[in-house]
């Protein structure tokens, strides 16, 4: 009984200990998007005070215009930036929650195999075959996880950036089309 009672202890403590860790990424996940919307927030109402007090100090009509066009390429590189930032930070969150994920998993099939062992043991003679075919089946279906896991990574990673990417160039010809008409308003 009292192996019963200390097996049952140190499996509540592992489940607590895995709990705990959760809630730890969950946590630094939260601080990481409340730490980037702080500092955004902070950038955003120190460059909106500047933007308001050039446009005060500005007393030719012309050079409103001017300066309300060169506001644009920065406004466009500030706006990536930020979904960078956000973009990173929510991939950071998917790694952490990923690797957990498959520590768990790792950790399940080896209390598995770990437990086949033992009723093999006490099995009946004649079905260390089945038992043997369990394991394998046990391995190719890790085997095919790990193969799945690692090719989602891959195009997920391959699909974002190519994402960001396709946003950069489409950035970079609307920048220069308001570039282009900021010059034919000044003719």
């Known amino acids: 009984m009292f192996n019963n009672n200390e097996q049952l202890k140190t499996l509540s403590q592992a489940q607590f200990d895995k709990a705990v860790r959760l809630s730890n990424i969950v946590l630094a996940s939260a601080e ?10 902070k950038k955003l109402l120190a460059d909106q005070a500047a933007t308001t007090k ?5 007393k030719d009509p012309k050079a409103v215009l001017e300066y309300q066009a060169s506001l644009a390429q920065p406004g466009i590189d500030q706006a990536f ?3 960078r930032s956000v973009y990173d930070a929510a991939l950071q ?3 952490d929650i990923q ?11 080896k209390q598995l195999c770990a437990n086949l062992d033992k009723v093999s043991k006490n099995a009946p003679a004649g079905s260390e075959v089945a038992i043997n075919a369990v394991k394998n089946m046990l391995t190719s279906a890790t085997a095919a996880y ?3 896991t690692r090719t989602a990574k891959k195009v997920g990673t391959e699909l974002a950036e190519a994402g960001v ?7 970079k010809a609307a920048s220069a089309a308001v570039a282009r008409t900021a010059a034919a308003a000044k003719k």
């Open 54 to 58: 050039a446009l005060v100090e500005l």
């Open 146 to 148: 790990d193969n799945v």
């Open 32 to 41: 990481r998007f409340a730490n980037l919307h702080l500092e955004l927030s």
């Open 81 to 83: 930036s930020v979904a």
């Open 99 to 109: 690797s957990f994920v498959e520590e768990q998993v790792l950790e399940f099939n």
């Open 93 to 95: 969150t998917q790694t």
């Open 165 to 171: 990417e396709a946003a950069a160039n489409s950035a």
